[in-house]
């Protein structure tokens, strides 16, 4: 059973960070790509940042220069360090693995909160 496990979200002010983890168990990890998504209330999810099995990454233009994507295969998890926070930030964060190029899953977590507010 494939399971990823968000953690991390909480409320930070304007200029904050936050650091979300996600654990990944029931799959192969080091063969996944791997992402963090997000949706804000009325808003379609996007994409935030995606790092491949190979570790070559990529950001939203927004976020550029302000997050950082980053996975430890040792410990079936990835990261996404979130610097300068911004009220546009706030959405429920997801947690992505995309097996297709190896034929297999794409999963998803159930998503952790993040609230940026003064």
């Known amino acids: 059973q494939v399971q990823l496990v968000e953690s991390g979200g909480g409320l930070v002010q304007p200029g904050g960070s936050l650091r979300l983890s996600c654990a990944a168990s029931?799959?192969?990890?080091?063969?996944?790509?791997m992402g963090w998504y997000r949706q804000a209330p009325g808003k379609q999810r996007e994409l935030v940042a995606t790092v491949t099995s190979g570790g070559s990454t990529n950001y939203a233009d927004s976020v550029k220069g302000r997050f950082t994507i980053s996975r430890d295969n040792a410990k079936n998890t990835v990261y996404l360090q979130m610097n300068s926070l911004k009220p546009e930030g706030t959405a429920v964060y997801y947690c992505?693995?995309?097996?297709?190029?190896?034929?297999?899953?794409?999963?998803w977590g159930q998503g952790t909160q993040v609230t940026v507010s003064s």
């Open positions: 029931g799959i192969i990890f080091s063969i996944y790509a």
């Open positions: 992505n693995a995309d097996g297709r190029r190896s034929l297999r899953g794409n999963y």
